[in-house]
């Protein structure tokens, strides 16, 4: 079986730029350079002839370079309690295009239709247990922001589960190749 997830890796500079920013909530899970991503559909556990017809559909994907940048940070909760940290995105726009795009084709190759809403972000940390220190790093992050830079294509990733998190090793690549 397969994990898989279709993401935009962001350059190298708006990645170092959000790894100096981690960091002052104890017990938070950083994420390292190589796990900062957006996804842009979470496909999950797929067999082999299925993730060769995903790899095959998303090379079906067109759409035109875009520009976007890093706007704020917030956080994700599950029953009450923050399990996620993030750096947001902006315009979603574009990104909304993209991952309706993407669903599209994971549906054409028998997937199920995306069901969650869909926020553009890039994850920052996960946490397992009330942190303190939330409040403290989301007031001084609140201002966030980057140099636009452009979306020239996303990567299928596969994604695996080990001892220190996930790994994920890309798939394939899709340029971007007009509207």
């Known amino acids: 079986m397969h994990r898989l997830f279709a993401a935009i890796r962001p350059p190298a500079d708006i990645r170092a730029r959000l790894l100096l920013l981690m960091g002052g909530v104890p017990g938070a ?21 299925r993730a060769n017809d995903i790899a095959d559909g998303l090379a079906a994907v067109r759409f035109a370079p875009f520009t976007i940048a890093l706007r704020g940070v917030g956080t994700f909760d599950r029953r009450g309690m923050v399990d996620t940290i993030w750096a947001g995105v902006e315009p979603h726009d574009p990104l909304a295009h993209l991952h309706r795009k993407i669903d599209r084709a994971c549906v054409q190759a028998g997937l199920p239709a995306e069901s969650r809403a869909f926020l553009p972000h890039i994850t920052l940390a996960r946490l397992s247990r009330p942190a303190p220190g939330i409040d403290v790093f989301l ?38 190749s007009g509207g």
């Open 139 to 176: 007031a001084l992050q609140a201002g966030l922001f980057s140099p636009p830079f452009v979306v020239e294509g996303f990567t299928l990733f596969e994604s695996t589960l080990g001892r220190s998190g996930a790994r994920y090793a890309p798939v394939a690549d899709y340029p971007a």
């Open 29 to 49: 899970r950083w994420q390292e350079d190589d796990q900062l991503h957006l996804t842009l559909r979470f496909i999950g556990e797929v067999d082999r002839h």
